[in-house]
């Protein structure tokens, strides 16, 4: 029997669909290393110790003078603490989604739409919120008091930010978290059913450590997210180049400066570039380079944590 | 002839019905005597759903004998097999008639610790489920769950003890720290019959556990089996009927959801009393 070769249009149909796909592909690395690109080379050159240790100097005239210390700090700062907030939640949350939830309860749909509509929420519209809610006088504990002798927080400060940015990360953390909980091989659960094991201490000891590689990769991406916004920081964290406290390295101060006001990278970048409210495109691409070496970064730290795990098994 | 005479009255015809019930219960106490019967199933019905894929199974299960359940794909085994650790009870849908006793319990009493009683009734699946952590650690999960308090000395005991009495000590002694995914097929279903006897249970159910295996490890599977029987009471479930003649001392044949032949193992092969199974059993269907 003869094999019958392939004819034209069927040969060209064969192609579309791997062709288009590896094309959408390329547009989208061609993209992101064009921007990476762009940001090493006009940043490069301004990104050196000095650069990395000193604090801004927001002064219009010198525009060259300056570092990004404090935003450095100021990033680690707020990623730390939003990550401490979101992991307890968006852990417990995925457990009880992929572990306990019936999805045909009306409770389960509510959840389900309640961290749809969060994740579609503009982060600017947190930030707003942030504000409105945390200047209220119960929260005068998160941030030092507006004007002497009134009733209302300031609502801007390390913690406002934090757990601003914590509701803001929210809904993608815990996708992802549910998802590698819910990747966990069913005969797992079964096995240890079968040998009487209760179903918490199973998610405890056999599903948790299994997800646990999805579940870093979730707690990863919320830091990228945090340390990578913009407008929440912008509102909520105060519109300042510095912190309100001096020797924020001081631990006796780290209340105040928890309740302070301060400044990261993306509002570094935003008040250096003339983009923003800046006129010094140099100093914004530097803490362009800078956020982007630490996202770049913790993504590495992601995948590593994975292979890692990967390999002990 | 008068009509009044010939129809007796309900609570007679009550009456007459639990006389018969009652004599019944007394023919199996008695039969369960005589045969040592640990599991004992009394018209068992089975649904998922609307869908009913067990009905009107009676049949007991000697203690100290491997009683093997055989029948085409979905012919209900493996679902009376769970039913008997209420593996079941997980599933949406499912609801049970019947009665089910283990010793004389009726293990879907409410009031019954599920947890418990699947300690006591262990089960082996399909493929081996070792848990993604070290081969002491597999079996150390199970038994401090039902004995918290244990020390560690007492612990490595039990754990060395259930991997020698699984045939697996030998090959995995000098390394109990190895993860228990690096375990070959063979070793990893003998690791989870250890993980299974680690917690002293009276009934060992294995759902088809050679179907991934290769025949040299289905070898030692059966050989552990025979060994095991004389402390345990073993269910298998097999799709495998030379397995099943090699080492069942009852057969249970189900076809669409009927138990439609149980008994001596020798007798259901050699001798079916049904139609169907003497068809299955020379390998017609199935």
């Given amino acids: 029997m003869r094999v019958s070769p392939i004819k034209g249009h069927a040969r060209l149909s064969r192609w579309i669909g791997p062709a288009s796909a590896w094309i959408a592909a390329a547009v989208v690395a061609a993209v992101c290393f064009f921007i990476v690109g762009h940001i090493v080379r006009e940043g490069y050159a301004h990104v050196d110790w000095k650069f990395l240790t000193t604090d801004p100097d927001p002064s219009p005239a010198e525009s060259t003078g300056g570092g990004v210390r404090i935003p450095i700090v100021g990033t680690t700062f707020l990623v730390l603490l939003s990550t401490l907030l979101t992991f307890p939640i968006a852990l417990g949350a995925a457990v009880y989604l992929a572990e306990y939830m019936d999805e045909r309860w009306a409770v389960t749909k509510a959840i389900r739409l309640g961290l749809e509509v969060l994740a579609g929420v503009p982060s600017v519209v947190f930030g707003m919120f942030g504000v409105a809610m945390f200047s209220h006088g119960v929260f005068t504990f998160m941030s030092s008091s507006g004007a002497e002798g009134s009733d209302v927080a300031f609502g801007r400060s390390f913690l406002v930010a934090a757990t601003v940015m914590a509701i803001h990360v929210l809904p993608f953390v815990i996708k992802v978290m549910e998802e590698a909980i819910r990747s966990v091989p069913l005969s797992y659960r079964q096995g240890a059913a079968a040998l009487g094991v209760t179903k918490w201490r199973a998610i405890r000891r056999i599903v948790l450590p299994a997800a646990a590689p999805g579940i870093a990769t979730g707690v990863i991406l919320g830091m990228g997210l945090a340390a990578g916004d913009t407008a929440i920081v912008w509102l909520t964290l105060g519109g300042t180049m510095n912190m309100a406290v001096d020797n924020w390295w001081a631990l006796d101060q780290i209340v105040n400066v928890l309740r302070g006001t301060g400044s990261t990278l993306t509002t570094f970048i935003y008040f250096s570039s003339p983009a923003g409210e800046g006129n010094a495109p140099e100093l914004a691409y530097g803490g362009a380079m800078v956020l982007i070496l630490l996202v770049i970064t913790l993504n590495a730290a992601a995948t590593l944590i994975g292979r890692a795990r990967r390999q002990t098994r | ?286």
């Fill in chain 2, 1 to 286: 002839m008068n009509e009044s005479l010939r129809t007796p009255a309900p609570e007679a015809d009550e009456a007459a019905m639990l006389l018969a019930e009652l004599d019944r219960q007394m023919i199996r106490a008695e039969r369960a005597l005589e045969r040592n019967t640990l599991i004992d199933v009394d018209n068992l019905e089975v649904r998922y759903g609307s869908n009913v894929v067990l009905r009107d199974v009676t049949f007991d299960v000697p203690a100290n004998q491997i009683t093997a359940f055989i029948g085409p794909s979905g012919c209900g085994k493996s679902t009376a097999l769970r039913c008997f650790n209420r593996m079941n009870d997980e599933i949406r849908g499912f609801s049970m008639n019947g009665r089910i006793q283990l010793g004389g319990q009726d293990i879907y009493d409410p009031r019954v610790d599920v947890t418990e009683l699947r300690r006591q009734v262990g089960m082996v699946f399909q493929h081996p489920n070792p848990f993604p952590m070290s081969i002491h650690e597999n079996i150390a999960l199970a038994v401090r769950e039902h004995n918290p308090r244990i020390s560690r000395d007492e612990l490595d005991g039990v754990v060395e003890q259930a991997l020698v009495h699984a045939n697996l000590w030998d090959e995995v002694k000098d390394d109990l720290k190895r993860s228990a995914l690096a375990l070959s097929g063979g070793q990893q279903q003998r690791l989870c019959i250890a993980r299974a006897l680690a917690v002293r249970p009276t009934v060992i159910m294995l759902d088809e556990p050679c179907a991934s295996l290769d025949p040299i490890s289905t070898a030692r599977i059966e050989e552990l089996l025979l060994e095991l029987v004389a402390d345990y009471t073993i269910i298998i479930v097999t799709h495998n009927l030379a397995q099943a003649r090699r080492i069942s001392d009852d057969v249970a044949f189900f076809l669409m959801g009927r138990l439609l032949e149980f008994g001596d193992a020798r007798r259901v092969f050699e001798d079916p009393l049904r139609r169907e199974t003497a068809d299955y059993v020379r390998g017609a269907y199935g």
